[in-house]
C-alpha cells in the first residue's frame, strides 16, 4: 500500500493525473475516451490520468482547485482492469464527492491486483 499518493490538475487543457509510484517506462493503457491508467513493464499501479475532467465529474473547472481528498481503487482480475475514484471537493459551505468509474478488458495481462490508495 501506498502511503501518499501526489495529484496535479491543469485546468488550462482540463486533465488531472494522479502518480501512485515513479517509474520511467510505463504502459498507458486507455480505459475509456477520458480515463488512461499507466502500469510499469512489471505490473505495477503507476498513475491515472483523467482527460475532460470538469465534464466526467460533472463539477466546475474552479471546483477542482479544491479536491481534498481522492479515494483511488484499482482491481484487476484475469479479465478486466477496474478503476473507482472518488474526490471529495470543498465547496462554499460543504464537501461533495466526485466519483469517476472506468472497466475494460485486460489484454494487456495486466496482473491481478486490488489497490486502494488514499491521499489523506
Known amino acids: 500500500m501506498v502511503d501518499h499518493i501526489n495529484y496535479s490538475y491543469d485546468s488550462s487543457?482540463?486533465?488531472?493525473?494522479?502518480?501512485?509510484?515513479?517509474?520511467?517506462?510505463?504502459k498507458t493503457i486507455p480505459l475509456n475516451d477520458d480515463v488512461i491508467i499507466d502500469f510499469s513493464e512489471e505490473g505495477k499501479l503507476v498513475g491515472l490520468e483523467i482527460l475532460n475532467t470538469s465534464f466526467v465529474l460533472n463539477t466546475s473547472v474552479e471546483s477542482l482547485n479544491n479536491i481534498t481528498n481522492i479515494d483511488l481503487i484499482v482491481k484487476v482480475t484475469e479479465y478486466q482492469i477496474l478503476v473507482n475514484v472518488i474526490f471529495t471537493v470543498a465547496m462554499h459551505d460543504h464537501d461533495e464527492l466526485k466519483i469517476?468509474?472506468?472497466t475494460v478488458i485486460n489484454q494487456d495481462n495486466i496482473p491481478i491486483m486490488d489497490t486502494k490508495i488514499a491521499s489523506a
Open 13 to 26: 487543457v482540463d486533465a488531472l493525473y494522479i502518480l501512485v509510484k515513479d517509474y520511467q517506462k510505463v
Open 100 to 102: 469517476a468509474n472506468a
